[in-house]
């Protein structure tokens, strides 16, 4: 059951406090940071859910519990009075994803999974007054896709609205405050039947958009100034390319940096780069990749590995490089475990990250993940950018698309 302790911009949101994390771990983790919402017109607390289309969402579920130890915890569908869709609510650490799937061929979730595959439709924030949000979004020129309405059960009320985003994913804004019921009303409680495993990610790090060429700079000021969001970081050019292709992206975040998304746009090259594969096969803009918090990386691999899941390979190359050996100095463990898992590791004036990407998770060349694990550095892995986009394009290879 959801607990509720109120709004406090500069305290935990309550998947985090049900996950046991605290602000100095999720300091690591994510990066956090503290900010008054006060002067804020649009304050996010942070990241409510991730909520995905898919193909089948019972076999979705089950995958992510069997593969990646996730908690089922609600459930919504014909036996609730959903008539058009399943939904199972899955948790891991203060995580939540919404996996949702048509019951029929003329659903929402069933032709929106048609068009695109399977991938995330609605990024779900946490906010402690959605009327605010939303009258300053409408202000500012947004398209708001649901006006601020509440939604009650017998646990209580939950605030809901909804703004238009990049392509066809939107923005859910939640305040659920006054609610201690599973998920949203609606929903029932619905218990994992997987043997339970510890969490393998604690947390949601940020989540990556890819949007169409020249429309990286509109979506940016969309998030500056309809969300209020400011920008982290911005690579370009020679940063972000390799021999046959590139993209450029900036990186925008919410006041407390719980929400963080880099927005990629491709760049013209000699062959087809990894975000015009997307856009092509995801049939337009979309979120490219989310990129999950874990306080042990190598831990994380190993045990998804033995589940299954596939990794991106890095050569060994990348870890004999003397430039690379001395512009990371000393990490928690030697380069040689990293190498052994195929662990990516940065430095930058603030600390170093180690990061890993996995494969794409369905049957599209599209939506993956990445795990990471921050040790003082708030980047994004700058100086592995072409070690990752050279991996990836091995992979464009094999299936015909570079």
Same mark, same amino acid.
């Given at each position: 059951?959801?607990?509720?302790?109120?709004?406090?911009?500069?305290?935990?949101?309550?998947? #985090?406090?049900?996950?046991?994390?605290?602000?100095?771990?999720?300091?690591?983790?994510?990066?956090?940071?503290?900010?008054?919402?006060?002067?804020?017109?649009?304050?996010?607390?942070?990241?409510? =859910?991730?909520?995905?289309?898919?193909?089948?969402?019972?076999?979705?579920?089950?995958?992510?519990?069997?593969?990646?130890?996730?908690?089922?915890? =609600?459930?919504?569908?014909?036996?609730?009075?959903?008539?058009?869709?399943?939904?199972?609510?899955?948790?891991?650490?203060?995580?939540?994803?919404?996996?949702?799937?048509?019951?029929?061929?003329?659903?929402?979730?069933?032709?929106?999974?048609?068009?695109?595959?399977?991938?995330?439709?609605?990024?779900?924030?946490?906010?402690?007054?959605?009327?605010?949000?939303?009258?300053?979004?409408?202000?500012?020129?947004?398209?708001?896709?649901?006006?601020?309405?509440?939604?009650?059960?017998?646990?209580?009320?939950?605030?809901?609205?909804?703004?238009?985003?990049?392509?066809?994913?939107?923005?859910?804004?939640?305040?659920?405050?006054?609610?201690?019921?599973?998920?949203?009303?609606?929903?029932?409680?619905?218990?994992?039947?997987?043997?339970?495993?510890?969490?393998?990610?604690?947390?949601?790090?940020?989540?990556?958009? $890819?949007?169409?060429?020249?429309?990286?700079?509109?979506?940016?000021?969309?998030?500056?100034?309809?969300?209020?969001?400011?920008?982290?970081?911005?690579?370009?050019?020679?940063?972000?390319?390799?021999?046959?292709?590139?993209?450029?992206?900036?990186?925008?975040? $919410?006041?407390?940096?719980?929400?963080?998304?880099?927005?990629?746009?491709?760049?013209?090259?000699?062959?087809?780069?990894?975000?015009?594969?997307?856009? #092509?096969?995801?049939?337009?803009?979309?979120?490219?990749?989310?990129?999950?918090?874990?306080?042990?990386?190598? =831990?994380?691999?190993?045990?998804?590995?033995?589940?299954?899941?596939?990794?991106?390979?890095?050569?060994?190359?990348?870890?004999?490089?003397?430039?690379?050996?001395?512009?990371?100095?000393?990490?928690?463990?030697?380069?040689?475990?990293?190498?052994?898992?195929?662990?990516?590791?940065?430095?930058?004036?603030?600390?170093?990250?180690?990061?890993?990407?996995?494969?794409?998770?369905?049957?599209?060349?599209?939506?993956?993940?990445?795990?990471?694990?921050?040790?003082?550095?708030?980047?994004?892995?700058?100086?592995?950018?072409?070690?990752?986009?050279?991996?990836?394009?091995?992979?464009?290879?094999?299936?015909?698309?570079?």
């Amino acid at each position: 059951m959801t607990t509720t302790a109120g709004h406090d911009p500069f305290g935990l949101t309550d998947e #985090e406090r049900l996950a046991r994390l605290d602000l100095d771990t999720l300091e690591q983790l994510v990066g956090l940071v503290e900010y008054d919402d006060a002067a804020d017109p649009f304050p996010v607390t942070g990241w409510d =859910a991730v909520v995905w289309a898919v193909g089948n969402a019972t076999q979705s579920a089950h995958y992510f519990q069997s593969a990646y130890g996730m908690d089922l915890v =609600a459930y919504a569908g014909p036996e609730t009075g959903n008539r058009d869709e399943v939904a199972y609510v899955l948790t891991s650490g203060a995580v939540r994803f919404v996996v949702k799937g048509g019951v029929h061929a003329g659903s929402p979730v069933a032709q929106h999974h048609a068009r695109h595959g399977d991938g995330v439709t609605d990024i779900a924030l946490e906010v402690p007054d959605v009327d605010r949000c939303v009258d300053h979004a409408r202000a500012q020129g947004a398209t708001v896709l649901e006006e601020p309405h509440d939604v009650t059960d017998e646990h209580g009320t939950v605030r809901v609205a909804a703004i238009a985003a990049y392509g066809e994913t939107r923005h859910t804004l939640v305040d659920r405050s006054r609610y201690d019921g599973p998920y949203l009303p609606g929903y029932v409680e619905r218990r994992s039947s997987v043997a339970h495993r510890t969490p393998v990610f604690s947390a949601l790090d940020h989540i990556v958009g $890819n949007v169409e060429l020249g429309r990286m700079e509109e979506w940016v000021a969309f998030y500056n100034r309809v969300m209020g969001f400011t920008n982290m970081a911005e690579f370009i050019g020679d940063d972000i390319a390799t021999d046959y292709s590139a993209l450029m992206s900036k990186v925008v975040a $919410n006041g407390n940096h719980r929400v963080k998304f880099p927005l990629n746009e491709p760049s013209p090259g000699k062959r087809k780069s990894q975000i015009d594969e997307y856009l #092509e096969f995801y049939g337009g803009p979309g979120a490219q990749h989310l990129a999950l918090a874990t306080g042990d990386i190598l =831990a994380t691999v190993d045990t998804l590995t033995a589940q299954g899941v596939s990794f991106l390979s890095t050569p060994d190359s990348y870890y004999e490089d003397p430039d690379l050996r001395a512009r990371i100095g000393e990490v928690r463990v030697p380069v040689e475990e990293l190498q052994r898992r195929g662990i990516l590791v940065d430095r930058d004036e603030d600390g170093y990250l180690l990061q890993i990407f996995t494969k794409p998770i369905g049957d599209r060349p599209t939506v993956f993940f990445e795990f990471i694990e921050r040790h003082g550095s708030l980047g994004f892995g700058k100086g592995n950018f072409k070690a990752l986009f050279e991996a990836i394009e091995r992979e464009q290879e094999r299936r015909g698309n570079l």
